[in-house]
Structure formats: C-alpha cells, structure tokens
C-alpha cells in the first residue's frame, strides 16, 4: 500500500506559477512510476508529468517547456513547478504511482498507462489549481 498527500495548490493569475508537492509513504520503492495527473472538471483524467521507471521523465505536450518534475528519492517526495500558467491548466491535480509492472513496457509509459488504468495504481486526494485570465 502507499498512501500520497498532495499539496500546494491555490489560485493564480494568467502567466503565474505554483509548486505541488507530494510525499509519499509505505511501499513507494515497489511502484512502477510516479506523477502528476489532472482533470479539469467535465474533462477525463490526463497525464502531466511522470518520473518512469527506467529514471526518464514524460510531460504531455502542452506543458513541455513550463513544468518540471523533480523526484527525491530519500524523502518519497515529488515536486510539480509550474510556471507560466493558463486558463487551460486549471483543473485538479493528482498525485498518482504505478503499481502494476505493466506500465513499464506501455507505449507511452506510466504517463499513458496510468491514465487508461487509474484502477491500476495510488492516488492521492487531489489538489485544486485554478488559473484566472
């Protein structure tokens, strides 16, 4: 079991930047991969930044080049930093692990996997990041 607590979201302007950070604990050296999702509300589920099991890390398209994922492995700690913000980047924000071994060899990785098979790994509660024009 591992259990993930999110924090540092909140609200920001247009352009603005936010640190989410997620501590883990439990059996988090037995996972797969670990990230970031987020749903905007009315929307599915999307990945936004995976640290993947071979020690890559994954961003979908749209925040490449504004986010960056960092992992501490002595702390079981992950850091989202967001910069540059827009409207479209408002949404909840999860902190997710793989915990099937499938997500390995997924094409596109535990980014992918973890979002067609949520029932497949650990997630957080989420926190809200809201972005305003």
């Known amino acids: 079991q591992v259990a993930l607590q999110e924090s540092g979201g909140g609200s920001v302007q247009s352009g603005g930047s936010l640190t989410l950070s997620c501590a883990a604990s439990?059996?988090?050296?037995?996972?797969?991969?670990m990230g970031w999702f987020r749903q905007p509300q009315g929307k599915t589920r999307e990945g936004v930044a995976v640290?993947?099991?071979?020690?890559?890390?994954t961003y979908t398209d749209s925040v490449k080049g504004r986010f960056k994922l960092t992992t501490d492995n002595t702390k079981n700690l992950l850091t989202l930093e967001m910069n540059s913000l827009e409207t479209e980047d408002k949404a909840m924000y999860f902190c997710?692990?793989?915990?099937?071994?499938?997500?390995?060899?997924?094409?596109?990785?535990?980014?992918?996997?973890?979002?067609?098979?949520?029932?497949?790994?650990?997630w957080g509660q989420g926190t809200q990041v809201t972005v305003s024009p």
């Open positions: 997710a692990t793989c915990a099937s071994h499938a997500a390995r060899k997924f094409s596109g990785g535990g980014l992918r996997f973890l979002a067609l098979y949520p029932e497949t790994g650990y």
């Open positions: 439990g059996s988090a050296s037995r996972t797969y991969c």
């Open positions: 640290s993947e099991s071979d020690g890559s890390t």
